[in-house]
């Protein structure tokens, strides 16, 4: 039995995600996105944010959970 082929999460698909230290330093879109590209990366300073960070290019709101 094989397992299937993990699928990249869709860019920008979520307003929410939760990231980990290990995922630092956290960029916009994420590394895992599909659609890497979706607009230029930009790096978030979460952990000097209180440990949230928005994307100013999507909106989208990152959390650091550990």
């Known amino acids: ?33 599909a659609l890497w590209n979706s607009h230029p990366r930009v790096y978030l300073p979460i952990e000097a944010e209180g440990g949230t960070s928005d994307c100013p290019y999507c909106g989208a709101h990152f959390v650091l959970v550990d």
């Open 1 to 33: 039995m094989t397992a299937a082929p993990v699928q990249p999460t869709q860019a920008n698909a979520a307003k929410q995600y939760e990231v980990r230290r290990a995922d630092l330093p956290l960029s916009c879109p994420l590394p895992s996105m």
